[in-house]
C-alpha cells in the first residue's frame, strides 16, 4: 500500500513538499515515483526514482521539482518549488516491483489514494 501526505493549497511561486509511505507488499527495492493528472488531461510522470536513486523528470517540471526516497523508511518524497496554476492536480504515489529506470505507466504496479495539490495564481 501506498500513502500519500502533503497535498495542499499554495500560491503561485510557493513550495510543498509530499510524502509517501510504502507498507505491506512494496519495499524498498521497487522503483517508486510520482504521476498526476490534472481536471480534463491526461495522467502524466512527475518524478520517478530508482532503489538506487536514479531519477527521472517530466520535462514540465524539470528544476523545479526534486524527488527522493529514504530507503530505510519506505519513502518517498516531492519537494515542489516555484509552483505554478498548472501544477494544480492530483498527485499519485507510484510504485513499480521491476525497478525500471524509465517508467511508463503501465509497468506501475501500485498506485496510492492520491493527494490534491492547487496551486492559485
Known amino acids: ?25 512494496t519495499s524498498s527495492s521497487y522503483g517508486m515515483g510520482w504521476y498526476r493528472q490534472a481536471p480534463g488531461k491526461q495522467r502524466e510522470l512527475v518524478a520517478w526514482i530508482t532503489s538506487g536513486s536514479r531519477t527521472e523528470y517530466g520535462d514540465s517540471v524539470k528544476g523545479r521539482f526534486t524527488i527522493s526516497r529514504d530507503n530505510g523508511q519506505d519513502a518517498v518524497y516531492l519537494q515542489m518549488n516555484s509552483l505554478k496554476p498548472e501544477d494544480t492536480a492530483v498527485y499519485y504515489c507510484t510504485a513499480d516491483s521491476s525497478n525500471r529506470a524509465t517508467i511508463y505507466q503501465k509497468y506501475i504496479d501500485y498506485w496510492g489514494q492520491g493527494t490534491l495539490v492547487t496551486v492559485s495564481s
Open 1 to 25: 500500500q501506498l500513502q500519500a501526505s502533503g497535498g495542499g493549497l499554495v500560491q503561485a511561486g510557493g513550495s510543498l513538499t509530499l510524502s509517501c509511505a510504502a507498507s505491506g507488499s
